[in-house]
């Protein structure tokens, strides 16, 4: 810290550098300046775009079959869709990881395993989605899972809310998992002894003291895990099978009959009313697009803002 | 905080008893992931069998292929199995490692310029910038594409003569290699300026201090000592970008042309103009197949292949991370 402010402080103009050196750092401006410019022509573009076509009967309106766009209603479904997905895959992934992670820090015996659990994670965060979808159809279309999606005659459809949610958990788990490791690594040493110098246990210690204080870091990766649950689009094409309106199953109990059917989520809105998607409804697609970019841009901004408050504030050693 | 006192957590939530827990649920996870490993290969293994090594060769039109082992599935006569994908291999080999190759070179000069040279309100923007382009949706990114990008290329990119040129072969409409790297190079490039990033940061200020007292320029005190002792960032960095690359379905799905067409770098430059499409959207445009047998055997056996080289390059990269721990710099 102290040696960038310094160096900060005096700043070497580069008038004396060699021609090369300064050529490099004007491409160093350059594509700085490139990055920020399709940041901001992305925001822009969607902006104008998602104004200009969305209208708010297309978020209380389901989709209907028809050729133009205006025949063919809105994209509530999609939308509550992501969010009946959001709230399913973050209520499995975020206790699961916040387990695995003090498992990691506080446990981790034996070394082996421990080794073995952070290579899992490490793994499973570099899988491509796509192959987690495939093994989700082979895992929900077993017939011992069968009460979790549409079952006809002993055949398991295997495409339904549970089924996609289960599968996305497994994509936010690693963010879970890093951030939550990172904020049980950064309480020093003295603070678990503290505790247990009085008598608590180490799963005590944990519940109440340790999760408490590393709920900033927590919540950070929660937020980025629902970001990439809500932005995730093969696992929802192919696990949740592909149509435009809830399917509800017959003869299920109020939630049950939706979650165990098929749906839809804004990013397979997107994909299928994209000109290279089924329905091709151009408009229609730039304003759940602007939706969606809109979801995850909150979500980022969230996560920036606990981030930043949970470094102001938590600091163990002062 | 009296009550905090009171031995509230009995034999119910003794440690021993918590840690068996959460033991059985990180083997649990472990688990799944062997499990998911030996289902994918196992459920691809009729295609590897009755392919060979000649499933990553080259011969014949994989369109045609793939039609033809779909249909058998629908028909009910003998299954079909012939599937040279190397189309597709090639496909994923040229929008993977162009992406990356470019993504690499801009994201080194990002980081260097966030972490040494950018002025403080700069680096203050260009951070939240990095992390947004990281997280938005790839499916918003080939939305852009398919409506923005494509047609651009499409129509003042590919000269006429170019589009006569090849008319026999394949129409160049736009969608092509070029817009498929364009769109995964801004994809990938944040995932690796942030890792970068990291890096660059966690070099000794001692070293770069030595380097300056010697009367070393700022920039190439960066560029030989940082850089140089960030290597093991950038190497996790790239290979983590590979590995994200390497799984794009969705966006590449969108972009890439769905052509099982090999372009021919010999052609000259053609061949960015020219349609593809790689191994990850080749499951996700032929989804409906699942339910066949030889249709589901051959998405398998791709997506076996893309989950042995993701997890590859991904274990490879934590690898170096870790080796970057060693040398104390991260």
Known sequence: MEAATVKKGAVEGSATWSLVDRIGLAICWALGLLFCAIAVAIVVYL???????????????????????????????????????????????????????????????????ARITESTIEAIAGIPSIVLALFGTVIFSSTAVGFLSRETEGVVFGRSFFAASAMLSLVALPLIVASTREGLNSIPRHVREASYAVGKTKAATTRRILLPSCRPQVATGMMLGLGRIVGDTAIIVVLLGATQNFAPVEGAPFPLNYLRGAGTTLTNFVYEASPTGNLNQPQKAYAAAFVLLLMVLVLNGAADVVHRRARKVGTWSS | MEEELTPEYGPKWSDQRVERMLGALVCFVVGLLLAMIIVVFIKGWPSFAHNGLSWFGPGGDVDDQLNAIFLSGQSG??????????????????????????????????????????????????????????????????????????????????????????????????????????????????????????????????????????????????????????????????????????????????????????????????????????????????????????????????????????????????????????????
Request: positive net charge; without cysteine.
């Open chain 2, 77 to 330: 006569a003998e299954y079909v199995y012939t599937f040279h994908a190397w189309p597709l291999i090639w496909s994923t080999l040229l929008i993977t490692g162009g992406a990356v190759l470019i993504a690499l070179f801009s994201a080194l000069f990002v980081a260097v310029f966030i972490v040494e040279f950018a002025p403080d309100w700069m680096s203050n923007i260009l951070q939240p910038v990095v992390r947004f382009l990281a997280s938005v949706p790839s499916v918003i990114y080939g939305l852009l594409g398919v409506l923005v990008l494509v047609p651009f290329i499409g129509n003042n990119l590919i000269s006429e003569p170019q589009k006569a040129s090849v008319a026999g072969v394949i129409s160049l409409t736009g969608y092509s290699l070029l817009a498929a790297v364009t769109v995964l190079t801004i994809m990938i490039a944040p995932l690796m300026v942030s890792i970068f990033s990291d890096g660059l940061r966690s070099v000794k200020p001692g070293w770069l201090e030595g380097s300056l007292a010697l009367g070393v320029n700022r920039w190439r005190t960066t560029w030989k000592i940082a850089v140089r002792s960030a290597r093991p960032a950038i190497v996790a960095g790239t290979v983590l970008a590979v590995a994200r690359a390497i799984g794009e379905s969705v966006m590449l799905a969108m972009l890439s042309g769905s052509v099982g067409f090999a372009p021919n770098p010999a052609d000259g430059l053609i061949f960015i103009y020219e349609p593809s499409r790689p191994l990850a959207p080749t499951i996700i445009k032929n989804i409906d197949q699942l339910s066949s047998p030889p249709g589901s055997a051959t998405l398998f056996s791709i997506a076996a292949v893309l989950l042995f080289s993701a997890a590859t390059f991904s274990l490879a990269g934590s690898v170096a991370r870790r080796a970057m721990r060693k040398y104390g710099a991260a």
């Open chain 1, 47 to 113: 902006f104008v775009q998602g104004i200009k076509f969305l209208k708010p009967s297309m978020l209380v309106t389901p989709a209907a079959s028809g050729f133009t766009e205006s025949e063919s209603g809105g994209f509530s479904d999609a939308l509550i869709g992501t969010l009946i997905v959001a709230v399913m895959g973050i209520s499995i992934a975020l206790p699961a990881g916040v387990a695995i992670a003090v498992w990691l820090v506080e446990y981790g015996r034996p070394a082996i395993l």
